[in-house]
């Protein structure tokens, strides 16, 4: 029998409650949200929606299915946190870029970037999908490259020279990881009119699909269908 997910896509501004593509909800998250206030969150919103399995995505490394690090843009406490005993259902935790790029691949070689409030970034291959941290890149005046293409950078840089800086950045990371094409999501691909050859526009939505290939199951080795490196 197939299983019905709710997808949580946790972001620096809200977090996403998806139990389909067009069903969803979304809160407030930011610099003070803790695990135990999501949670508290989350369960009133969710109490009538039937599903079997969670799967979260998570601004941090994550590796193994365990949060790494402390996220930038939430409050403390995450490591180490007990999802599936505070949510009462199996979870499996993933990077929120690598989730969105799993939902969002369609074949060969792809490159993520997610343009929100820092720069989130996966590269999908075959069945393998290998969560990046390339907001953390030296950039320059001794800057990391999220400071300029994230949140701040844009209010602080202004709509043109953003797009000027995103638009180089692209071409150049799209040819250092020998992509074929790059899929742009977050709230902040919008502002981007035109976009260079081999780079396309994703959708939020896409975070729903990427949670839902996290439970499928190859049927012929009866493991995991995606490898999460």
């Given at each position: 029998?197939?299983?019905?997910?709710?997808?949580?896509?946790?972001?620096?501004?809200?977090?996403?409650?998806?139990?389909?593509?067009?069903k969803?909800?979304?809160?407030?998250?930011?610099?003070?949200?803790?695990?135990?206030?999501?949670?508290?969150?989350?369960?009133?919103?969710?109490?009538?929606?039937?599903?079997?399995?969670?799967?979260?995505?998570?601004?941090?490394?994550?590796r193994g299915?365990?949060i790494?690090?402390?996220?930038?843009?939430?409050?403390?406490?995450?490591?180490?946190?007990?999802?599936?005993k505070?949510?009462?259902?199996?979870?499996?935790?993933?990077?929120?870029?690598?989730?969105?790029?799993?939902?969002?691949?369609?074949?060969?070689?792809?490159?993520?970037?997610?343009l929100?409030?820092g720069?989130?970034?996966?590269?999908?291959?075959?069945?393998?999908?290998?969560?990046?941290?390339?907001?953390?890149?030296?950039?320059?005046?001794?800057?990391?490259i999220?400071?300029?293409?994230?949140?701040?950078?844009?209010?602080?840089?202004?709509?043109?020279?953003?797009?000027?800086?995103?638009?180089?950045?692209l071409?150049q990371?799209?040819?250092?990881?020998?992509?074929?094409?790059?899929?742009?999501?977050?709230?902040?691909?919008?502002?981007?009119?035109?976009?260079?050859?081999g780079?396309?526009?994703?959708?939020?939505?896409?975070?729903?699909?990427?949670?839902?290939?996290?439970?499928?199951?190859?049927?012929?080795?009866r493991?995991?269908?995606?490898?999460?490196?």
């Amino acid at each position: 029998m197939k299983r019905k997910i709710l997808v949580i896509d946790i972001g620096g501004s809200h977090v996403k409650l998806m139990i389909s593509r067009a069903k969803k909800l979304k809160f407030t998250s930011g610099f003070r949200l803790t695990p135990r206030e999501m949670v508290a969150e989350i369960k009133p919103l969710v109490s009538d929606w039937k599903f079997d399995a969670i799967s979260m995505g998570f601004p941090a490394p994550v590796r193994g299915g365990r949060i790494l690090s402390e996220p930038k843009h939430l409050g403390k406490g995450w490591v180490g946190f007990n999802f599936e005993k505070a949510l009462g259902k199996p979870v499996r935790i993933i990077n929120d870029a690598a989730m969105q790029a799993l939902g969002s691949y369609r074949g060969h070689r792809m490159l993520f970037l997610g343009l929100g409030t820092g720069l989130g970034s996966a590269l999908v291959w075959d069945r393998y999908v290998l969560p990046l941290e390339l907001g953390d890149l030296p950039y320059r005046n001794g800057s990391i490259i999220e400071d300029y293409l994230g949140k701040p950078g844009l209010a602080r840089l202004g709509e043109k020279v953003w797009r000027r800086d995103v638009e180089h950045a692209l071409v150049q990371l799209r040819k250092s990881l020998i992509a074929d094409y790059v899929v742009l999501g977050g709230g902040n691909a919008k502002k981007l009119d035109a976009l260079p050859k081999g780079v396309e526009r994703g959708h939020n939505r896409n975070a729903f699909l990427g949670g839902t290939r996290l439970w499928q199951i190859d049927s012929r080795t009866r493991r995991p269908k995606w490898q999460i490196l």
